[in-house]
């Protein structure tokens, strides 16, 4: 039996999700825009699914806009927000060193359109400073994008106070929530942000289906050019089956969240405490104490990262370096090294990010296989620090 221990990177969809696909694909057909019976059946599953969405993360139905992930819903806010922006001549952006590379690309495409850019660094801990931010504002300030929890190390970043920060000098601020919706509550009112990314896959939910949160009153000019679907901000004939299920998915993560955290959280605990105490030279990477429940990131010292998941695979167990959509580089993480830790750290950590179907005997299974494999690995390559 294999254990899967990669959440971070995709979720299994839940057995409802996909039940509610199905149904929806064969009962729900019709073109969202079309006027009669068909359609107007399937723009009513689209609108349950907004509302859905909607109360998993404190918002008005009229404010969620349904995209293809969080990679879109990420450009969709900063191209969209800077266009705006810059009809005003406000033409800089900031970013933090710790993002997504779908915000950190879409920041140096805005740069090579002419605007200038900002990336923050942040400490040790993985996180941003309130006066790095502050120091970076100008009046020229179009859009601040700072992600909520990241996907890597776990950490969760102060939104509210650094979107407070951000809005003293008129800037839009937007995060990426990916990594924290279905983990831990998420109240985009509370956290003051504009704009907020989503992405279904990450909450046991399908892939190819996110959400932009568009504060009511924010303007923000559209990527795509065609209809006029999702109130004219992303045209396009909706995913109506994935936006179902996405639905479905944040109905269930709503319902689960605060018994699953803690449950989760206490297998974490019981992973990362049991890898330190059976294997020398083990260090966890960023703040333990302000992460999402699932999460921890490991660095094994005098061992390679990616030969260490080619050997838990072989056993099995299914692990990560790092975020999925930067998985066949030879670079070490960004992340770690936006942390200031060392070349050779960030190239020998691991990421073990857990969810709903782990138990107490996954996590001593990878305990009782993980020394034993690290210790064959160190004894293969004692040149490495």
């Known amino acids: 039996m294999r254990l899967y221990f990669d959440y971070n990177a995709t979720t299994p969809p839940a057995p409802e999700v996909v039940d509610a696909m199905v149904a929806a694909s064969r009962d729900a057909f019709g073109n969202p825009s079309s006027v009669h019976h068909d359609g107007q059946r399937a723009k009513a599953s689209l609108d349950a699914a907004r509302s859905a969405v909607a109360g998993l993360i404190g918002a008005e139905s009229s404010e969620v806009v349904f995209t293809s992930g969080g990679t879109e819903a990420d450009n969709l806010a900063l191209r969209g927000a800077a266009a705006v922006a810059a009809e005003a001549d406000r033409r800089h952006v900031i970013a933090a060193a710790f993002e997504h590379e779908a915000v950190l690309n879409t920041v140096k495409a805005l740069a090579r359109a002419g605007f200038a850019t900002t990336v923050l660094p942040l400490d040790a801990t993985g996180i941003l400073s309130p006066d790095c931010l502050r120091d970076a504002l100008t009046a020229e300030t179009a859009v601040v994008s700072v992600m909520h929890a990241n996907n890597e190390v776990g950490t969760i970043q102060p939104i509210a106070e650094l979107c407070a920060i951000a809005h003293e000098r008129g800037a839009v601020f937007h995060t990426d929530a990916v990594q924290s919706a279905g983990k831990i509550p998420v109240d985009v009112r509370a956290l003051g942000v504009d704009l907020a990314s989503f992405s279904a896959h990450k909450l ?27 109130r004219n901000r992303r045209p396009g004939t909706e995913n109506v089956p994935g936006i179902v299920g996405f639905g479905v998915a944040a109905d269930l993560a709503a319902a689960r969240l605060e018994h699953e955290g803690a449950r989760v959280a206490a297998l974490r605990n019981r992973l990362e405490e049991g890898v330190l105490a059976r294997v020398p030279g083990t260090d966890v990477n960023g703040a333990r104490g302000r992460r999402v429940p699932n999460t921890t990131n490991i660095s094994f010292a005098g061992v390679e990262a990616e030969s260490l998941l080619i ?6 167990i299914a692990v990560s370096t790092g975020s999925a959509c930067s998985s066949g580089t030879l670079e070490p993480s960004h992340v770690l090294k936006a942390m200031g830790l060392s070349s ?42």
């Open 204 to 230: 046991y939910g399908p892939k190819g289906v996110g959400a932009l949160w568009i504060r009511r009153g924010v303007r923000l000019a559209p990527v795509l050019t065609g209809g006029r679907q999702e």
């Open 311 to 316: 050997a838990l695979d072989l056993e099995g």
């Open 344 to 385: 050779h750290r960030a190239q020998s950590s691991i990421r073990f990010s857990l969810g709903v179907s782990n138990t107490e005997r996954d996590v001593d299974r990878l305990l009782d296989v993980l020394p034993a494999v690290v210790e064959r690995l160190r004894s293969l390559a004692p040149a490495l620090p």
